[in-house]
């Protein structure tokens, strides 16, 4: 009888013991987590398949090595990637030749992949190959940095690779530290490559062969990942593993849910809120909230420079001082971000060459209906305002304060809500006439801007201008080795904007992370993801 | 025996003749996927370069290259050989994505079901019993509120009561906590598989995160499933068999229950049929606000990106559904009422 008593106490005081003990290694991991949760979700492991989702990205940065990466730097106190500061990521060192066409790229000697095996030329040049020559998003990417044939990869010795370029271009090197020339393991990849697919996109888009900071240990697309801490990896600025021993990347697609994790300490940090949220919680002072305005993104209302009334400059002049521009911001962003409008330009010229600055535009009803009867429509016309459903919470309220304005000048304004797939299409076929859109640019560079966004019958050409001048420009920029030359054409490039008007820029807004207290090394990044690798815990 | 064996082979004639329908739902789902406008290919190719090439690419991946007869030939052998085609949105299978999502919804909308079956039929039968009474008005007040608040209402309201104030309920963020480990994959219905697996705790986990969505459903389709009970019990205790029951001195239970309640019931297993399908496609918004990883929500996403595989798979999903759903209930017919058989 008393054996068994005591055995059984013995059995409870053990099961007490190893309770406790679970629970303080479980707090002792959790610390060691972070747990990040989205709206989007990520669909695949390699971001260069047609599709991937801007969480595919930051995973993919996470788990998979570039040549280079950019550093970063403090902008008005906060952590921003900095495109003029270029360092090794797998490259030990690198050198451009003087006259720009050769950049030599020597690989870490302890370089190695997540199997084990070491990092080699031949897996670079592989992977390069790869994104020049696959059907994948990278092949557009690296043709901005004049990259566009394997020929242009030339293995020198088994931890030297040389890439020679057709002219010298200042985005080549900044291409190579994107998201999308990554290096994979060759001989595991082609291992898995069949003769439909020599590049293994079907292999790759499911699992992983890099040499990066974190190995994945659950994909599941559209609910989570969870990675595990490459502990090998030594790639990071400062010269050792990432902190978080293991990263999840939840999608929770309510907000409102995410905004309860996070301020209840079950998630570490959130960068998709909606702007009410962020504001309460900042106002709560609980959590650590980074607003970051996206330097390289911009926010317009487009009008199709092809479509009647909008082809006519008067009609867009007059739009743009029919705007409620002050009460838009605060209505869609609740003044989260930094504005692109109200600015004064002395003698009408622009402030800088750089893109995107503010424009001297404000609201002035009465110098919009001038502009509005220079363009011979004293009485106004009937046009449609388009944005997209997955932009609601902001382009909803300013269309309708749109709507409310431009009756005012007599223009009359049917909103329009449509699906995002339904959205692209149109713009793709040119066929909105007025709506509003955002672009973003990896490498944010005066040129890159107006070649891509105000150049050619393309999709991204939102405003369709056609305007032989600009482009003209713009391709020579391109090129323009003299920094004072590059500002002085930015300067003209600038001015036609202002002068044609072809789009009305608004607003950058901001990128608001909000994180537990304990959070640090947050960096606003060029893909507006998170680079986990960037984060700690104090 | 021989009364079974022939439900059964009158259960597979009726599936049988049911599959010229679904055929139709297939075509027809097809069809209007590429009618409706929206074009999946330039959705998806939206990174910041991606240009007319990419769209291409994408066009031949999702196989739009070709003429539609001849998309929609490729599509019914694909169907015919098990194969649903790929989703853009996740990249994976969509009979994978459905296989693994479709337990989630199952057992969620089960729950749902029961939680409503066992408040409604009592409260149903309760207000039945007391008619006019203070216990009817509240019946009746209670399915009011219960249809009025839509189901993100009650969900976000029963989150932010039971998670954010009082902390009881675990974060609602899917079906486990994502910190535990899941129980090897049998069913895929978690509270069967971690009683497999002897996972005590893990199954309470489980239970915890699955009783807040289940409720805010449950909450939703009380109200049809009490008002049919209590009219159709209304009508089955005025009749004569419960006055000679209650008039030859039976218990009042055995009245209700035995007498009243078989007699009414038929019309609440037809509504709760009705409800199941319904719920089971119809909870996008639970799972959404729980983050729950069903099918509901998987088809509204690729609906918005027009990501046709996912869309026709899952519709076609919902319509076999529907026609097992009505068997059984028909079949459920025959056991509450032996009057009636299915043919």
Not at chain 1, 101 to 118: E, I, N, S
Not at chain 1, 132 to 144: D, I, M, S
Not at chain 1, 456 to 478: D, F, T
Not at chain 1, 507 to 531: I, K, L, N
Request: hydrophobic share 45%.
């Amino acid at each position: 009888m008393s054996v068994t008593v005591s055995r059984r106490l013995l059995t409870v005081v053990a099961s007490i013991a190893f309770s406790l003990a679970a629970g303080s290694v479980q707090a002792q991991t959790r610390a060691e987590t972070l747990r990040y949760v989205t709206g989007a979700s990520v669909n695949t492991l390699d971001p260069n398949i047609p599709g991937s989702t801007r969480e595919a990205f930051a995973v993919s940065l996470s788990t998979y090595d570039r040549l280079v990466s950019f550093g970063r730097k403090q902008l008005n106190g906060k952590w921003v990637f900095d495109l003029g500061k270029i360092t090794g990521e797998l490259a030990e060192s690198y050198e451009v030749s003087p006259d720009g066409l050769k950049m030599t790229f020597r690989l870490r000697k302890d370089a190695k992949f997540q199997d084990g095996t070491p990092v080699t030329a031949e897996d670079v040049k592989w992977s390069l190959d790869r994104v020049v020559t696959a059907p994948v998003l990278g092949k557009a990417q690296l043709l901005t940095g004049s990259m566009t044939s394997a020929d242009q990869f030339k293995v020198i010795d088994p931890l030297t690779i040389e890439v020679t370029l057709p002219k010298p271009d200042k985005l080549a090197l900044p291409n190579l530290a994107t998201v999308y020339p990554i290096i994979f393991n060759s001989k595991v990849a082609k291992a898995h490559a069949t003769a439909d697919d020599p590049w293994a996109l079907a292999w790759l888009k499911e699992n992983t062969a890099g040499s990066g900071a974190y190995k994945i240990e659950t994909f599941k697309p559209g609910e989570q990942v969870i990675m595990a801490r490459n502990a090998e990896w030594n790639r990071g600025t400062a010269d050792k593993s990432a902190f978080f021993k293991r990263v999840i990347v939840q999608s929770v697609p309510e907000p409102a849910t995410r905004a309860n994790l996070v301020e209840r300490g079950d998630a570490d940090l959130v960068i998709d809120l909606q702007a009410s949220d962020v504001q309460s919680l900042e106002a709560k002072a609980k959590l650590k909230v980074i607003s970051t305005p996206q330097y390289n993104a911009v926010t317009f209302i487009s009008m199709n420079n092809q479509i009647p009334p909008f082809d006519n400059v008067n009609v867009r002049r007059a739009i743009g001082f029919a705007l409620p521009y002050d009460d838009m911001f605060k209505a869609a962003l609740f003044g989260r971000g930094s504005p692109l409008f109200g600015a004064t330009w002395a003698d009408g010229k622009p402030t800088s060459g750089a893109y995107p600055i503010p424009q001297p535009v404000k609201l002035d009803l009465e110098k919009a209906k001038e502009y509005l009867k220079a363009a011979g429509m004293p009485d106004g016309f009937s046009t449609t305002f388009s944005f997209n459903v997955g932009q609601a919470s902001t382009a909803e309220p300013m269309a309708a304060l749109v709507k409310e304005s431009l009756a005012k000048i007599g223009v009359k304004v049917d909103i329009q809500k449509l699906p995002d797939a339904q959205m692209s299409t149109q713009i793709n076929e040119k066929k909105l006439p007025f709506f509003t859109e955002g672009i973003v640019a990896w490498l944010p560079s005066t040129d890159y801007f107006y070649r891509n966004f105000y150049t050619g019958n393309q999709r991204w050409n939102y405003s369709s201008i056609n305007n032989p001048e600009l482009v003209e420009i713009a391709q020579k920029a391109r090129f323009e080795p003299d920094a004072a030359k590059y500002e002085e054409d930015g300067v003209k490039l600038n001015a036609i904007h202002f002068s044609e008007i072809p789009q009305i820029p608004l607003w950058q807004p901001s990128q608001d992370a909000v994180m537990a207290p304990s959070v640090e090394g947050y960096t606003y990044q060029f893909h507006r993801q998170v680079d986990y690798r960037d984060l700690n815990r104090k | 025996m021989a009364a079974f064996g022939a439900t059964v082979i009158r259960a597979g004639r009726r599936f049988l003749s049911s599959l010229p329908a679904l055929f139709g739902v297939l075509v027809f789902t097809f069809l209007l996927m590429r009618v409706l406008p929206g074009d999946p290919a330039v959705f998806f190719a939206s990174g910041p370069n991606a240009g007319k090439e990419e769209i291409e690419v994408i066009r031949k991946q999702m196989g739009l290259n070709k003429p539609v007869p001849e998309q929609l030939m490729l599509y019914l052998y694909d169907v015919g050989s098990g194969n649903l085609g790929r989703s853009m949105m996740t990249g994976q299978l969509v009979t994978k994505d459905l296989r693994e999502r479709l337990p989630a919804s199952l057992e969620l909308t089960f729950t749902a079901l029961l939680i409503a079956l066992l408040s409604a039929v009592p409260l149903g039968v309760l207000a039945a019993l007391r008619q006019g009474s203070i216990i009817d008005h509240g019946v009746r007040f209670f399915c009011a509120l219960g249809v009025c608040v839509p189901t993100f209402v009650s969900g976000l309201l029963l989150i932010y009561v039971f998670y954010y104030l009082l902390g009881l309920a675990p974060d609602p963020t899917g079906r486990v906590d994502i910190f535990a480990s899941l129980p090897p994959r049998r069913t895929g219905f978690l509270l069967i598989d971690f009683l497999l697996a002897g996972d005590f705790d893990g199954w309470w986990a489980a239970f915890r995160q699955l009783i807040l969505p289940a409720l805010s459903m449950a909450l939703f389709v009380v109200a049809p499933l009490a008002r049919i009970t209590r009219a159709s019990m209304l009508v089955s205790l005025g009749s004569d068999f419960v006055r000679t029951a209650r008039s030859v001195g039976l218990p009042w239970w055995r009245v209700v229950v035995t007498y009243a309640l078989r007699n009414a019931i038929l019309p609440v297993i037809t509504i709760a049929g009705i409800v199941f399908s319904t719920m089971l496609g119809a909870n996008v918004l639970v799972e959404k606000v729980f983050s729950w990883p069903g099918v509901a929500s998987y088809a509204l996403d690729a609906l918005l990106s027009s990501d046709y595989a996912p869309v026709q798979g899952f519709v076609l999903l919902m319509a076999t559904v529907f026609v097992i759903v009505n068997l059984l209930v028909d079949i459920l017919y025959g056991i509450a009422d032996p009057r009636v058989t299915i043919g």
